[in-house]
Structures are given as C-alpha cells and as structure tokens.
C-alpha cells in the first residue's frame, strides 16, 4: 500500500567513492490482505460474523537500515547494499464482514523484530538549491524471516517492500 514514512539518514565518507549511510525511519508501513480469515476471541457471536472473511493486518515498524554504498566517478549515482533491522510499533488486523469492521490488536502473534537485506539505487541531483545535492533513491527490501511468531498462516510471511526515497538536505554538502 502507499504510505509516507519520514526519517534521518547520514553519510560517513570513507574515500572518495565508499560510504556508509546508516538511517532510522520512523513510520515504516507494511500489510497483508488476506482473502478467507476467521477472528477467534472469546465471544462466539462475535467469532460467527467474522468467520471465513478478508482481512488486512496492518504493521508499523521503526526501520534501521545500514547501507554501504559506492559512488560513480561522476558523482550521479550511488549504490547501495545492506542489513536492515526492524522494531514492531504496533500489529493491528481489521476484519471485513457483513456486520461492518473490526480491529483487533495482533500484536501478540507478531515478532517485535523483522530482519532482513536491503538494496538502494539513487540519482543525485547536483546543486539542486545552490549548494545542496537531492537524492531519488529506489528502494527494495526482502525479509529473511517470517513476521509470525506462531503458524497463523502456512505461506511465507516474510516482509518485503519496494519504496521510493527522496533525501532533501539539511545540511550545506563539503566543498
């Protein structure tokens, strides 16, 4: 689903071409539709009209990606690689039924971590306002484990994301 997510990342210059750029985020965004899911709670009414219905879990995590990264000769376009660490916010699943909508807090059949690799490709504006670069990065992330803690679903839970990143500066870039 789209989403904004907003955060702070930095850039520690180790040569001319190699960095590494550790970043936090702090809405990062994920979900799941399920198509047949039955809610289970100590209410028998309440399990019978969200019974065999679509769902959608909704996840927010705090994201900590650390990227290492390579520099063209030209300075236009970095790429990056690295290991990203996760920390669930909060879980919640709405249930679709015919009565309306109900939410319950899946907090307790999420892991509180998420692991997993994360690739970057940016372009960077040169100058773009005066002295300051603006970077367009595409992102994609694959996680190595399942976000479950217990078999709620036999397919492979991993979360994996595409985004999209523009890096607006802050700070004037070294001359």
Not at 8 to 37: C, D, Q, T
Not at 134 to 160: C, E, L
């Amino acid at each position: 689903r789209l989403g904004i997510n907003f955060g702070i990342a930095g850039n520690i210059k180790f040569s001319e071409r190699f960095y590494v750029s550790p970043s936090i985020f702090f809405l990062g965004n994920r979900n799941v539709k399920f198509n047949n899911v039955s809610l289970q709670t100590s209410s028998s009414s309440l399990n019978e009209n969200f019974s065999n219905v679509a769902a959608e879990l909704n996840m927010n995590y705090l994201d900590i990606p650390i990227l290492f990264s390579y520099m063209n000769k030209k300075g236009t376009f970095k790429y990056s690689l690295g290991p990203q660490i996760s920390f669930l916010q909060n879980s919640n699943m709405v249930y679709l039924g015919e009565q309306g909508e109900f939410t319950e807090n899946f907090k307790y059949n999420t892991k509180s971590n998420d692991f997993g690799v994360i690739a970057d490709i940016a372009y960077i504006y040169k100058n773009f306002t005066g002295s300051k670069d603006v970077h367009i990065h595409a992102r994609y992330y694959y996680g190595t484990q399942d976000v479950f803690k217990s078999n709620f679903n036999s397919a492979k839970n991993r979360s994996s994301y595409f985004s999209v990143v523009i890096s607006l500066p802050f700070v004037k870039k070294e001359e």
